[in-house]
């Protein structure tokens, strides 16, 4: 059965984007105006996001809200599925996202990133992509615009640990902008090595922020670690997986638990869980199985 649901976001995705094909031609008409593309683009992006909601029964859930900046930053995640490349188009708006120019060959999708604009690099250039990335996230910042990126580079199964490309240090440097780390567990349910989407419900921790001025090496690795921990964490918590459960707080049943950060704790109620497991805590993090 839930392979037949993803099968039918899959149809519904690309009737919903070929719909946007009318407006890609009245936003030409009227000069490709930057705002009233990002604004299409974020009505697409949320009518995925319904989409899979509907159709998948996959949604998401947001803890930190608390540690996003007030004004533009660099936002870094982790890469495991394609959602992140869509959701973060609702999630912040206005966004400016450094994507691989590969995707320039999707119809339609490839228009707004150009027109948005995204910050498109060819990988394959090496240091004339890094000064593109720089300048073009300057420009971007200057404008009142988050940037976004995933320093990893591809997407990464659910297991393997945190570790970027180089690149990401220097931007950080260059753009002299506090940092906000975000982690995903959206492999879980859709990603690369899943032969479906599954219903479930992506967690999206923003974490504590880094300030800029850092050394290079002390900022990455500071990053990584931070991602690191709490991709572990979310995956302890997938691992409780009750037979029945609600997130205390949430009307959703999710297949896979999620966490929230300290004072605010999250707690599954459910009728059963697995022998000797009550509590998981990491750090500033807590979670606790309710019999």
Not at 73 to 97: G, K
Not at 113 to 125: A, H, N, Q
Not at 155 to 168: H, L
Not at 245 to 255: D, K, N, Q, V, W
Request: positive net charge; proline residues 7%.
């Amino acid at each position: 059965m839930q392979r037949v649901r993803s099968k039918l976001f899959d149809v519904f995705l690309a009737l919903w984007t070929g719909l946007f094909t009318p407006a890609l031609a009245v936003l030409w008409l009227c000069g490709s105006p930057e705002r009233s593309v990002r604004l299409a683009s974020r009505l697409w992006a949320r009518g995925v996001l319904l989409g899979l909601k509907w159709l998948v029964g996959l949604t998401y859930a947001e803890q930190g809200q608390h540690n996003i900046p007030e004004e533009p930053c660099l936002i870094i995640a982790n890469h495991q599925s394609t959602w992140e490349t869509l959701a973060f188009l609702a999630l912040f708006p206005d966004v400016a996202i450094v994507a691989k120019q590969e995707l320039l060959t999707i119809p339609v999708f490839s228009w707004f990133l150009r027109k948005s604009p995204m910050i498109l690099i060819d990988r394959e250039s090496g240091s004339k992509a890094v000064r593109k990335m720089v300048d073009e996230s300057r420009a971007a910042l200057a404008g009142g615009r988050s940037v976004l990126i995933f320093p990893e580079g591809t997407r990464k199964g659910v297991s393997e640990p945190i570790a970027f490309k180089r690149g990401v240090e220097l931007l950080y440097a260059k753009l002299d902008r506090v940092v906000l780390p975000v982690a995903l567990n959206s492999g879980h349910f859709w990603g690369p090595d899943r032969p479906f989407k599954r219903s479930g419900i992506i967690s999206v921790s923003y974490l504590d922020p880094i300030p800029p001025g850092l050394p290079g090496n002390e900022f990455t690795r500071r990053v990584e670690q931070l991602l690191e921990v709490e991709r572990k964490t979310i995956m302890a918590a997938g691992s409780l997986r009750p037979a029945k459960g609600r997130l205390i707080g949430s009307a959703t049943e999710p297949s896979i638990g999620a966490l929230t950060r300290a004072p605010d704790k999250a707690r599954w109620s459910c009728g059963s869980a697995p022998d000797g497991i009550q509590r998981i805590d990491n750090g500033d993090w807590h979670s606790e199985v309710v019999q």
